[in-house]
């Protein structure tokens, strides 16, 4: 059977190959385009149904408990899947900063990108990692996995009355914003030494364009608005403030084929006057 699959992938076009996957029962499939974000609402069920939280709480609680290595979007690994190139910027911010990493993670959950990383980050002197989300994601947070290193806001102007940010992260998170280019600016005036956005989907053409993202019940039954971001417009946005390092692939998203788009990361440091 595996030589036969092997054998339609090779002898398939590859526009059927992509109907193909776009059809498999159970896979995430995008919906659209959309010509407005309220338009693509319209058609949502959104991100803040209280059982996603409930499903990624009891995940992240395995996590912290040891019973398992981390989560993405409330699924469980047994083994670490590092983001290298988020290690890679993280360290060197650190190497910077005297060994001092000070994170905002807007948008990022429980702290699924901490739990993924953090025995790469731990012979680190001093590391604060400051989730910013919504409020309850925060609540359920602060009273369940908060600890020393790892903290939960909900707000930026909360995380920077407690913190001195030096890096700030945007995982899996520009593309479900309404707004991504006023938070982009506005992240961009608080000077942190680096930038890192990862899992970012993007499109090389002049234009955004907006979908609905529906998620399979294997992972949790939900339906959002999604944007492509088109990947000249937004290093545009970055570039007063920030230099690009390198770029790099992210996740392995099939889907995203069926919309001409792939996710990608980017290393920034910020420019020196």
């Not at 993280?90 to 001092?100: H, I, K, P, S, Y």
């Not at 602060?142 to 909360?158: A, G, K, N, V, W």
Request: with cysteine.
């Amino acid at each position: 059977m595996s030589s036969f699959k092997a054998m339609a992938r090779d002898w398939l076009p590859p526009a059927v190959h992509r109907w193909v996957r776009r059809r498999r029962v159970g896979a995430i499939r995008f919906e659209g385009a959309f010509t407005t974000w309220e338009e693509a609402c319209a058609h949502s069920t959104g991100y803040d149904a209280e059982s996603i939280l409930a499903k990624v709480l009891a995940a992240t609680i395995e996590v912290k408990r040891g019973t398992a290595v981390f989560e993405r979007d409330s699924v469980l690994f047994d083994k670490t899947e590092y983001a290298w190139p988020v290690v890679a910027g993280l360290l060197g911010t650190a190497a910077r900063n005297g060994g001092f990493l000070n994170v905002l993670d807007f948008g990022g959950s429980l702290g699924s990108s901490y739990f993924q990383n953090r025995d790469l980050l731990k012979t680190l002197p001093i590391i604060r990692w400051n989730v910013v989300e919504q409020a309850h994601y925060v609540k359920a947070g602060q009273t369940y996995i908060q600890d020393e290193q790892l903290r939960f806001y909900p707000s930026i102007h909360e995380c920077l009355a407690e913190n001195k940010v030096n890096v700030i992260l945007l995982s899996s998170v520009l593309q479900y914003l309404s707004n991504p280019a006023s938070l982009l600016l506005s992240l961009q005036a608080m000077e942190a030494d680096a930038l890192i956005l990862d899992r970012t989907i993007i499109n090389h053409s002049i234009s955004d364009r907006i979908y609905v993202q529906h998620v399979p019940p294997s992972i949790y039954s939900a339906s959002y608005p999604c944007r492509s971001l088109s990947e000249s417009r937004l290093l545009a946005l970055t570039s007063d403030h920030y230099q690009l390092d390198v770029d790099f692939c992210s996740l392995s998203f099939p889907a995203l084929e069926s919309i001409e788009s792939e996710s990608k990361g980017y290393l920034l440091t910020r420019l020196v006057r």
